[in-house]
Structures are given as C-alpha cells and as structure tokens.
C-alpha cells in the first residue's frame, strides 16, 4: 500500500526518485510525487511536484527540472483517504511549506488530531490522514529546531501504522525516518544514503540494508545514518545482506511472482478493509449511491469473468443470506446477449481484476442502457470499470504479476463481503452491532491465512504429489464449499494443465461418480459447516470406488482421517469466510502441481493478464 523512497547524497535525487518509484509503483498508481531540495540565495526551499497517475506522468514533469538538487523524498500512492488527485497526492508540506512528508500506513484517530490542529489555526489542503503528520512535525520543530526529534514528537501523537520520511528546508542534506507496522528499509551506498520501503527501490545502490523495526527511527545524511528509539537513545540494529539480483528483488525473494503474491495476502485482506469501519459504521462512500437508493434496491447481478466470476459465486451465497436480496451471477460474455430483466431498482455489480475485460465494459455499458446502477470492483485505478460505474472499491491487491490470479481473488471476495454487509445493514437485515461482529470476524481472516501460509506446506506438498501423475481431478463442495471448489478446479487447470473440473458434491451422483476409478484425485472442501455432514457422506461414496481424497478441512477434525488421504487444514472460522481462508491452500496446491510438472506458474501457455477482445 504506497510506495517510498528517499536519498540524500551527492548525485541527482530525482533521478534516483523516480527510479525507485518505478520499481515501487506497484505499490500504488493512482498517483506519485516527489519533494526535493533546492539551494537558492538566502538559504533552501523545498520543490514540490505531483501529479495524478502513474509514474511516467511525473517523470515527464521532472524532465525540466534542475538536477542540482541532491536530496529528496518520493512518494507513489495508492489511495486510502481522500480520491486520487492532485491535492491528496504525496508529498504533503506544513503550513510555511518548509516540512515535506511521505507516509504509508493509516492514522486512526486523524480526525481528531486534525480537529485540534486546525484549531491552533493550521490550514489544510488535503483529505488525507497523512497531513496531520506534516503540521505535526512543524509544530514539534518550532521548538526542537531538530528534524528528527520533532518526528519523535509527532509519532508519539498518531495512533496508527506509518512508515514516514521527512525533510526540512532548514536542515539541508537530511531525512528524518520513522518506522510502525509498515515497511521502511535504509541503506548506505557509494554515493549516500537511501531509504524505501521495499528493497527493490534501492537494491541498484546497496545489498546492505537495515530493516527498521517498529518504534525505531533515523537520521540520513549523505555522509552517515543514525539510528534511535522512541526516545531518542542510539542504537545499532542488525545489517541484511541482499544476495538477490534485480529479478528476485521484484519478486521479494520468492521463486516466482505467483508464490510472493499468495503470501502478500494477509495484507491484501487488512488493506482492503482500511477506513471501512468509521465511528462504529460501516463506510463505503466510494459506491456512489445514496442509502435511500441502495434500499431500493431489490435485485443485484454480479457479472464477471474467470476467476471473478468465482468471486460473485462466493458474493451470491452472502448477498442472499444477509440482505434477502435476490443475487444472480452471469458470465460477462453472455449476460448482455441474454436479455436479462434489468429495473432502475437493480444493481449491477461489475468485478475485473484488470478493469478492462472486454466483456464485462460490454455489460456494464448494456446494464446503464437499460437504467440499471452500476458498481465496479477492480484492481486498478483509473480502470475503464472504474470509469464507466457509478461507485467502485479498488481492491488494494496492488499490482499483480503472475497470470493466475489470486491475492486480486481475495481482495475482490473481501469487498464483495463488505457490500453485503452494506446491503444487509441499510435493509435491517442485520443491525449495527451484528456488521461490526462481522466486520471484526472478516478482519480476522488475515491471521488464518497467514497460519496456513506458516504451517499447512508440508501437507499440501504431499497431496501434490498425489496429483501430478493424475490426468484428471474433481474438486467438490456444498454450499461455499462448493463456490471455492470452482476457483480450486480452475487454478490447477490453469496452471499445471492438468484438467479438473468442480461440482457441488451432492452432483456426483448424477454423472460426474462414473469418473472415479481406483486413484482418481478428488478434492473436497470439507470445513465445518451446516452442510459437513452430506459433504462427509458423499466423500465415502468417493472413498468406495477407490478415489484418493484430498480433503480442506478445520483445524482439529480428526475424524476426516478417516476418510482422507490428505488433509489440509484451515483454522476454524466463519462459514461465512471460509472461502478466503480455504481458498489458499487451493493456490499452493495448484502451484505444487504445477512446478511437479515442470509448468511455468506466471506465465501459463495460452494465457494473459487482461483479456481485452471479447
């Protein structure tokens, strides 16, 4: 979420800013900027430039600019609160525009810090949390004349996570850093001292880094670096050495990109729901319709493509069962050809990871012909999905490299939960009290996913193994299970082409059983749900002709041995949310099989990221 990079040395900063920025903008594109010093007569200024979209867009901006100036911060952004624009983008200044700021993280009590600044006769110009840090640390600097002790004093007013970097006018040649629950790396190279968050943005410069810890904070010079707590006491934390070349530090380390993106989704879930939850309501401004129209509305489509449609399968059971509205999921590419029954009272749900598949632009622009209201959920900023609804959530996976999708999969399953919860409130379907149980229950998830990430590798390698040889699987599920078998069956075909197909288990019987011999692969999502015992049953029907069964099942449901070969295990959650949680395992099993085959897992044969002919 966000992008930064700082340097201060004795080459040109903004080439290096923009840089950095690039490798970054991953990070978040919907808008970047850069503060740099300037050396003038009578003493420094600080040049602030901006610009909404993606980095290319600055770097044209920066073209004309003098390259004298050696010290500077940047900032790509991704955008949390206010919309993308000129004012809310990065860098932020104080009042006298003599502090700048970059910021990643989120200030959770902003409005009242903000109430109170503004009080003390502070003007501001953005919509955005980070701000306050900016007057802040003016405020601080007033009377500590030091960069890095105001910053001290700010940090210790912000409730939140931040990774910061600041510079000041009156202390040319500095960068003050400050690091909590989110990234923030420095590093020192032949030509001075860097700072980002994320290796990848200095890794040209430096292989050795420090990766600052919570409460710790720095001083960069171009000459040296100092380190402090929280109160101010030098310390001397611990130096990585980076070992990768350029193309394993935009993969982080990770083999492959499909790997380093099925492990950012813990933050995928929590960045998704960032601001969501405002004084105990749930806040989703960006949708674009009123309340009074949103009650009015009595029949929702959910229209997507490929794994997005596996989405809107996961969307349907949660739309129905919270707000009682009636929910059905089309495939983008025949719902406009179909003639579906569309009122101004229904609601057109839009989801694309890309915000540019072909079919779903056509229905959406058929759904709004027919008066329908319309709502994007998508990746990218600026999409024409984005363009062409009423409201959107960006689903804050941020960029995604591998083919396959799957942390644009969660964040479109965790906003889609978020709409019905919306739905399922503004109908009184479920009260207040019962969205914010909920909301705290779907926050929760990115703990479990991250307890099978740590523990569940080994047992999902010995299924792959069970598979590899196999050439054909059945993934089956009831009820969510069932939703989360069709992504499960569509991974692995995409990836290892091995062929596999999904239905809901209590199907079998009715054709897809005269599949199974003796060693055919049939995975089952099998967690504990009203529905576990006829999935139980219709597994032993499996098991009697002699299937190997790989079983997703809870943590701690030791009777599925029984019936398993493998198991898998989730931890217990939500029926509700199991479909993030058990999703996962799906990916890295999928991927085991894959590599097993000797397959290319970011870029599979026949496939691309955005399909943009119909």
Not at 359 to 387: C, E, H, M, Q, Y
Request: charged share 25%; proline share 3%.
């Amino acid at each position: 979420m966000c992008g930064i990079v700082g340097y201060t040395g004795t080459k040109a900063a903004k080439d290096i800013l923009i840089s950095g920025l690039k490798r970054l903008e991953y990070r978040g594109y919907d808008s970047a900027g850069v503060a740099l010093e300037r050396a003038q007569e009578g003493g420094t200024t600080l040049d602030v430039i901006r610009r909404v979209g993606k980095v290319a867009g600055l770097e044209s901006e920066l073209a004309g600019v003098d390259a004298a100036s050696t010290c500077g911060i940047g900032h790509t952004r991704w955008a949390t609160h206010g919309r993308p624009s000129m004012v809310n983008a990065h860098p932020h200044v104080s009042c006298d525009g003599r502090i700048a700021i970059v910021h990643n993280g989120i200030i959770e009590n902003f409005a009242e810090l903000r109430t109170e600044l503004e009080g003390r006769g502070h003007r501001f110009a953005s919509e955005t949390d980070t701000e306050v840090f900016a007057h802040l640390i003016e405020e601080a600097y007033a009377q500590t004349h030091d960069l890095l002790a105001a910053l001290r004093e700010a940090c210790a007013r912000v409730v939140g996570a931040y990774g910061i970097a600041a510079v000041c006018a009156d202390e040319p040649g500095v960068i003050a850093v400050a690091r909590k629950d989110s990234p923030i790396i420095i590093g020192r190279g032949e030509h001075g001292s860097y700072v980002a968050s994320d290796i990848i943005a200095v890794i040209d410069a430096t292989r050795d880094v420090v990766v600052l810890e919570d409460g710790q904070f720095a001083r960069l010079t171009p000459a040296d670096i100092e380190y402090t707590d929280a109160q101010g006491v030098p310390i001397e934390p611990a130096v990585t050495h980076i070992d990768w070349d350029i193309d394993m530090a935009e993969k982080g380390g990770y083999p492959d990109f499909m790997l380093k993106e099925i492990y950012e989704q813990p933050r995928v879930v929590r960045d998704t729901l960032v601001g969501r939850m405002t004084a105990g309501e749930l806040d989703i401004d960006e949708l674009g319709l009123s309340m009074e129209e949103l009650n009015l509305i009595d029949r929702v489509y959910v229209i997507a493509c490929g794994t997005s449609y596996h989405a809107g399968l996961i969307a349907k059971n949660l739309i129905e069962a919270w707000a009682r509205i009636p929910c059905e999921v089309e495939a983008a590419s025949e719902f406009r050809y179909r003639n579906p029954i569309i009122t101004p009272s229904t609601l057109v749900v839009a989801v694309s990871q890309s915000g540019e598949t072909a079919d779903t632009l056509a229905a959406i622009r058929d759904a709004r012909i027919k008066g329908a209201k319309v709502f994007g959920i998508t990746n990218v900023v600026g999409s024409p999905v984005a363009r062409e609804s009423d409201g959107v959530i960006y689903t804050k996976a941020n960029k995604e490299i591998a083919v396959a999708s799957t942390k644009s999969f969660i964040g479109q399953v965790v906003s889609l939960t978020l709409l019905a919860l919306l739905l399922a409130q503004v109908k009184g379907k479920l009260t207040t009290g019962q969205v914010r149980m909920l909301f705290r229950e779907l926050g929760d998830t990115a703990e479990q996913i991250q307890w099978v990430l740590d523990t569940q590798g080994e047992h999902i390698r010995d299924a792959a193994a069970a598979c590899v040889d196999a050439h054909s699987a059945l993934f089956v599920g009831r009820g969510m299970g069932a939703a989360i078998a069709n992504e499960g069956a569509l991974k692995l075909k995409e990836i290892s082409y091995l062929h596999a197909e999904a239905y809901a288990a209590g199907e079998m019987k009715h054709g897809p059983i005269a599949l199974i011999d003796p060693g055919f692969p049939v995975i089952a999502v099998a967690t504990k749900s009203p529905v576990y015992d006829k999935t139980v049953s219709n597994l032993k029907e499996c098991e009697a002709r002699g299937a190997r069964i790989i079983v997703v099942a809870t943590e701690g449901d030791d009777d599925i041995r029984e019936i398993a070969d493998h198991v898998i295990y989730i931890p217990r959650v939500r029926d509700a949310f199991c479909a993030i949680t058990a999703t996962v395992p799906l990916q890295l099993l999928a991927r085991e099989v894959a590599l097993m085959r000797g397959c290319d897992v970011d870029q599979p044969r026949n496939l691309a990221k955005s399909v943009t002919v119909e």
